[in-house]
């Protein structure tokens, strides 16, 4: 393979004076990929998970350091230097160890680049990441995918803030058209799963005898370390136990040292705890750092698993609320006052719980179709599409409603 140059840097602080002019814009309401050295670029409209910069399947040839003009071998590389490969991809910025590590600027040859912070060849921290279409996603990375509060600003015009989990939309967010509209709520990849709005008069089941009421807030006590990382080394609290997940507590027997001069691939390398520890001191405060043995006790609002999980991801990234130019908190809160006028996601997701509230077959069916929102969508009290068959005075069948994998009720 090709092997990368190094070269010292004159100057050195990484040269933030040109940006460049960053493949294809997402689609509105996508979420951008991202991609890096033995990989193609990140293709903005992607799902995430493909190879960060560095080559997340590098080959074991990895290449020696040598500085140019001079021909010097140097072990390790400079602090601060320049590296450049034969294709047109090059980094500047620091180094430790022979990888990228902390503040540097990686360029594809498609104009493409990433500008950041860096942990062994990762993009993990704060950072932006560019496309040639001038499409950019600024906000936080961990392991190379984005994890906590971002925005995505698109060609047209469109911008998302929210929260991010593994490279995906997983929280509260606000997506603003170039008109000013808004669609504003909890989204789940790229679904407007929950709205920050009650729908009037559309149903209810609290009329029906056999109602009991469960709508309250519940208080939930959890281990964010354990909950993060899933080492769950009990078969009673991991139904996919396996002893061989016993390894990854002791670093010595699951990877070689040094293994990361050869290979830095997140989605098939074990990661061990003694790396997730050092990523989270590099990505979060001091502060904001837990213990392993810690638990901590919030109260959540809606007790179904997928929303049970949203809320633990929500609180992990508090700190970082109040660091936003939005309100977080309302839309969590699900308090609408504040921003824009309704987008086409709000406004289709409470025509289609109407729609099932009044048994409305063929509307239902159209809007479905359409792909212009979730069958799974809730207002702010939990009241589903499915919630609205049910309750129904006029048949509506329950394929009607298409209801998607998330089963978010």
């Given at each position: 393979?090709?092997?990368?140059?190094?070269?010292?840097?004159?100057?050195?602080?990484?040269?933030?004076?040109?940006?460049?002019?960053?493949?294809?814009?997402?689609?509105?309401?996508?979420?951008?990929?991202?991609?890096?050295?033995?990989?193609?670029?990140?293709?903005?409209?992607?799902?995430?998970?493909?190879?960060?910069?560095?080559?997340?399947?590098?080959?074991?040839?990895?290449?020696?350091?040598?500085?140019?003009?001079?021909?010097?071998?140097?072990?390790?590389?400079?602090?601060?230097?320049?590296?450049?490969?034969?294709?047109?991809?090059?980094?500047?910025?620091?180094?430790?160890?022979?990888?990228?590590?902390?503040?540097?600027?990686?360029?594809?040859?498609?104009?493409?680049?990433?500008?950041?912070?860096?942990?062994?060849?990762?993009?993990?921290?704060?950072?932006?990441?560019?496309?040639?279409?001038?499409?950019?996603?600024?906000?936080?990375?961990?392991?190379?995918?984005?994890?906590?509060?971002?925005?995505?600003?698109?060609?047209?015009?469109?911008?998302?803030?929210?929260?991010?989990?593994?490279?995906?939309?997983?929280?509260p967010g606000?997506?603003?058209?170039?008109?000013?509209?808004?669609?504003?709520?909890?989204?789940?990849?790229?679904?407007?799963?929950?709205?920050?709005?009650?729908?009037?008069?559309?149903?209810?089941?609290?009329?029906?005898?056999?109602?009991?009421?469960?709508?309250?807030?519940?208080?939930?006590?959890?281990?964010?370390?354990?909950?993060?990382?899933?080492?769950?080394?009990?078969?009673?609290?991991?139904?996919?136990?396996?002893?061989?997940?016993?390894?990854?507590?002791?670093?010595?027997?699951?990877?070689p040292s040094?293994?990361?001069?050869?290979?830095?691939?997140?989605?098939?390398?074990?990661?061990?705890?003694?790396?997730?520890?050092?990523?989270?001191?590099?990505?979060?405060?001091?502060?904001?750092?837990?213990?392993?043995?810690?638990?901590?006790?919030?109260?959540?609002?809606?007790?179904?698993?997928?929303?049970?999980?949203?809320?633990?991801?929500?609180?992990?990234?508090?700190?970082?609320?109040?660091?936003?130019?939005?309100?977080?908190?309302?839309?969590?809160?699900?308090?609408?006052?504040?921003?824009?006028?309704?987008?086409?996601?709000?406004?289709?997701s409470e025509?289609?719980?109407?729609?099932?509230?009044?048994?409305?077959?063929?509307?239902?069916?159209?809007?479905?179709?359409?792909?212009?929102?979730?069958?799974?969508?809730?207002?702010?009290?939990?009241?589903?599409?499915?919630?609205?068959?049910?309750?129904?005075?006029?048949?509506?069948?329950?394929?009607?409603?298409?209801?998607?994998?998330?089963?978010?009720?």
């Open positions: 393979p090709a092997r990368p140059v190094y070269m010292a840097d004159p100057d050195p602080a990484p040269d933030h004076r040109n940006p460049g002019t960053p493949g294809s814009p997402p689609a509105p309401g996508a979420s951008p990929g991202t991609s890096g050295p033995g990989g193609s670029p990140g293709t903005p409209g992607g799902s995430g998970g493909s190879p960060g910069p560095g080559s997340s399947s590098s080959s074991p040839d990895r290449p020696l350091v040598s500085v140019v003009p001079s021909g010097l071998e140097v072990r390790p590389p400079p602090d601060v230097g320049l590296q450049m490969w034969p294709d047109g991809w090059r980094y500047q910025g620091e180094f430790q160890g022979n990888l990228k590590h902390g503040e540097g600027r990686f360029e594809w040859s498609s104009q493409e680049y990433y500008e950041g912070q860096f942990y062994k060849d990762h993009r993990h921290g704060q950072g932006c990441y560019v496309w040639p279409d001038g499409t950019k996603f600024t906000g936080a990375f961990y392991l190379d995918r984005k994890d906590g509060y971002g925005t995505l600003e698109m060609k047209d015009g469109s911008m998302f803030q929210g929260l991010y989990k593994d490279d995906e939309r997983f929280g606000v997506f603003t058209y170039p008109n000013g509209r808004q669609d504003v709520g909890l989204w789940y990849q790229n679904h407007l799963i929950r709205l920050s709005t009650a729908i009037a008069g559309a149903f209810s089941v609290k009329n029906h005898p056999m109602f009991h009421s469960d709508m309250g807030k519940h208080v939930v006590t959890f281990n964010p370390y354990k909950e993060k990382y899933l080492w769950r080394v009990d078969s009673m609290e991991d139904p996919f136990f396996y002893p061989y997940k016993k390894l990854l507590f002791d670093d010595s027997y699951t990877l040094e293994i990361e001069t050869y290979s830095n691939n997140a989605d098939h390398l074990p990661l061990t705890r003694s790396y997730r520890r050092e990523g989270d001191r590099h990505a979060f405060p001091e502060e904001e750092l837990v213990a392993e043995d810690q638990t901590e006790t919030i109260i959540i609002i809606n007790k179904t698993p997928l929303l049970v999980q949203m809320q633990m991801h929500i609180h992990r990234h508090r700190h970082a609320q109040t660091k936003l130019p939005w309100d977080v908190a309302a839309v969590i809160e699900g308090n609408r006052e504040g921003f824009g006028p309704k987008g086409p996601l709000e406004c289709n025509q289609l719980l109407l729609a099932t509230g009044e048994g409305a077959v063929d509307k239902v069916q159209e809007m479905l179709k359409s792909n212009l929102v979730s069958a799974d969508v809730a207002d702010r009290h939990g009241h589903t599409a499915l919630i609205g068959a049910a309750v129904s005075t006029v048949t509506l069948p329950i394929s009607a409603l298409n209801v998607s994998a998330i089963k978010h009720q």
